[in-house]
């Protein structure tokens, strides 16, 4: 599969060449991205003939030096104006997570169009950090397993009191390095009550994950209580792309 690559911060090779290609890309099935809005659902592929300006990722510094490299997954909503209005990681390491959400939230695309004029719309963009080293032999057999045992997870430090018949939705959460909700995708494929389930878990605190002395971003899995009536309300905003339980922090080689 054809990603958009990048070499310790720099783009590997020509977008146009980087860009026009990938037309296997892996898509779950449409009613899984489909809401109420009825958004356009577009492939990598033609969404990407349609990007107009590229931030390119920084390849953060904590984890070069942790030999972590590999894919991170997005799924991202592109308004009539061409910005990228919400942006949610679907899998890749947190460290590589963190900027590929900066990045990508300030691309620029031109708007799909439909016979009534612009249409915002979504797709799946597949960005891969590569690291290049002349000597291969000195990296680490299992890097990211090296690196997880080294790190202290978040901590939730304050949330909000369970409201009365409150039913839980499961979240993961990007906590960033200042303790932020940097993003938040659901655990299991139900979207009632996800817009208010992630208002309510962006007012938490969160102690940052550590590694060593140094704040580090990284995933926590919480249970956000929602208040039934508001979860009937809100049948479905931006789903992302649900993660079952079983898929706990995806990580790529």
Same mark, same amino acid.
């Given at each position: 599969?054809?990603?958009?690559?990048?070499? @310790?911060? /720099?783009?590997?090779?020509?977008?146009?060449?980087?860009?026009?290609?990938?037309?296997?890309?892996?898509?779950?099935?449409?009613?899984?991205?489909?809401?109420?809005?009825?958004?356009?659902?577009?492939?990598?592929?033609?969404?990407?003939?349609?990007?107009?300006?590229?931030?390119?990722?920084?390849?953060?510094?904590?984890?070069?030096?942790?030999?972590?490299?590999?894919?991170?997954?997005?799924?991202?909503?592109?308004? &009539?104006?061409?910005?990228?209005? &919400?942006?949610?990681?679907? =899998?890749?390491?947190?460290?590589?997570?963190?900027?590929? *959400?900066?990045?990508?939230?300030?691309? *620029? /695309?031109?708007?799909?169009?439909?016979? @009534?004029?612009?249409?915002?719309?979504?797709?799946?963009?597949? +960005?891969? /950090?590569?690291?290049? !080293?002349? $000597?291969? &032999?000195?990296?680490?057999?299992?890097?990211?397993?090296?690196?997880?045992? @080294?790190?202290?997870?978040?901590?939730?430090? &304050?949330?909000? !009191?369970?409201?009365?018949?409150?039913? =839980? +939705?499961?979240?993961?959460?990007?906590?960033?390095?200042?303790?932020?909700?940097?993003? !938040?995708?659901?655990?299991?494929?139900?979207?009632?009550?996800?817009?208010?389930? $992630?208002? +309510?878990?962006?007012?938490?605190?969160?102690?940052?994950?550590?590694?060593?002395?140094?704040?580090?971003?990284?995933?926590?899995?919480?249970?956000?209580?929602?208040?039934?009536?508001?979860?009937?309300?809100?049948?479905?905003? =931006?789903?992302?792309?649900?993660?079952?339980? =079983?898929?706990?922090?995806? @990580?790529?080689?």
């Amino acid at each position: 599969m054809a990603r958009i690559a990048f070499h @310790q911060g /720099f783009l590997l090779a020509p977008l146009a060449l980087l860009l026009g290609l990938a037309p296997n890309v892996r898509l779950v099935a449409a009613e899984t991205l489909t809401d109420a809005q009825d958004l356009t659902v577009l492939t990598e592929k033609k969404a990407t003939k349609l990007l107009v300006k590229q931030q390119v990722p920084e390849y953060p510094a904590v984890a070069r030096v942790n030999f972590i490299q590999g894919d991170v997954r997005v799924i991202a909503t592109v308004d &009539e104006a061409g910005t990228v209005s &919400e942006v949610h990681v679907v =899998s890749g390491h947190p460290f590589l997570a963190l900027a590929a *959400l900066k990045a990508v939230g300030k691309w *620029l /695309f031109l708007p799909a169009h439909k016979r @009534q004029g612009p249409r915002e719309f979504r797709t799946y963009l597949d +960005i891969r /950090f590569a690291l290049r !080293s002349n $000597r291969i &032999e000195e990296m680490p057999p299992e890097p990211e397993r090296d690196l997880k045992r @080294q790190i202290r997870p978040p901590v939730l430090l &304050e949330r909000l !009191s369970h409201p009365f018949h409150a039913i =839980s +939705i499961p979240l993961r959460v990007l906590v960033g390095p200042k303790g932020e909700v940097v993003d !938040s995708v659901p655990l299991e494929a139900a979207i009632a009550g996800l817009a208010e389930a $992630r208002r +309510i878990v962006d007012r938490w605190k969160f102690q940052p994950a550590r590694w060593g002395a140094l704040a580090v971003p990284w995933y926590l899995d919480v249970d956000v209580p929602v208040e039934r009536w508001s979860a009937a309300r809100t049948p479905g905003d =931006s789903p992302g792309q649900f993660l079952p339980r =079983s898929s706990r922090l995806t @990580q790529h080689p």
